[in-house]
């Protein structure tokens, strides 16, 4: 599905800010940026680099005084995650050397605290990929979705006490349990179709049988249609604002709806294509 994404940001400088922006998305597994539009408000000078993680990241000065920011994007996304039941776990020794910062503990992620709990979750289930699908099952069914129960703050080791968050929340649980059974686990934020309420998502990877799966705890069952805007150890690497001063985030609104795909054009030579054929020994 082609999917119309982006946010608008409205600050208020108390005097010249730096800021780190991490805003835009890149064409990547599951997604291929089709169009993208940035408009910084005044306009300011914009370097762009890319950080340890893979993701862009703009270096901005905001001036002092009302500062906005624009961002939209038209995006080919998956309709579908994939998902493999069974998949086996992947040895330490076997990891590659970018994903093994992944196993280990992070500011929000203090796996080395959570291995009870991680192993109660998960007892009788094979080790890998299951073990993950019944963390992710565990987080839906007994923390709470609520907004304001937490803050900038809050850890994964609070999120497990207080069985209360939002989806970073979620995310940071799901991340710090899967890291307590030596399996990597990453944060993963960007926009999801048909969120709700609609807002900036959080969810997390698990690396399984010598690649990513997604999970989202927040979710009842897997779902595609997703924009991936960064990834990182936890929140602290994927924040899509980092100011260095000042300010004062006035309003927020993110939206993400179905672009209207235009149709082919037929022409004269095309020729139909029978399904009963295709992937069979007559396909021509």
């Known amino acids: 599905m082609q999917l119309n994404a982006g946010c608008e940001l409205s ?41 340890m993680y893979g993701n862009l990241c703009q270096r901005v000065v905001a001036p002092e005084g009302p500062f906005s920011i624009h961002f939209s994007a038209t995006v080919q996304t998956s309709d579908l995650i994939d998902v493999s039941p069974g998949a086996p776990y992947t040895p330490v020794e076997d ?24 192993a109660e979750v998960t007892k009788d289930m094979e080790p890998g990929y299951d073990q993950v699908e019944a963390i992710r099952r565990w987080i839906h069914e007994n923390v709470t979705y609520q907004y304001g129960t937490s803050d900038a703050s809050t850890s994964a080791v609070d999120t497990a006490d207080k069985k209360v968050g939002v989806c ?26 048909q969120l709700d309420p609609m807002d900036l998502h959080a969810w997390f990877e698990a690396y399984v049988d010598g ?19 960064a ?15 000042p300010m004062s985030l006035n309003d927020m609104k993110v939206w993400v709806e179905a672009a209207e795909e235009p149709a082919p054009e ?19």
């Open 11 to 51: 600050f208020e400088a108390q005097g010249p800010t730096p800021l780190i922006l991490m805003l835009r998305p890149r064409s990547g597994a599951g997604q291929w940026i089709i169009r993208e539009e940035y408009q910084i408000i005044p306009a300011v000078n914009v370097t762009e680099f890319t950080d």
């Open 95 to 118: 990891l590659p050397d970018d994903v093994l910062h992944y196993t280990l503990p992070s500011r929000y992620c203090q796996s080395d605290q959570l291995g009870d709990l991680a």
């Open 168 to 193: 970073r929340d979620f995310t940071h649980l799901g991340i710090s349990l899967c890291r307590a059974l030596n399996i990597p686990a990453r944060m993963v934020v960007g926009y999801l179709h």
């Open 211 to 229: 690649r990513w799966f997604t999970f989202d705890a927040t979710q009842e069952q897997p779902r595609g249609n997703r924009i991936t805007v």
């Open 231 to 245: 990834y990182g150890r936890d929140a602290a690497d994927v924040a899509f604002t980092t100011q260095f001063g």
């Open 266 to 284: 037929k022409k004269e030579t095309d020729v139909p294509t029978l399904s009963s054929t295709v992937g069979s020994n007559d396909q021509v």
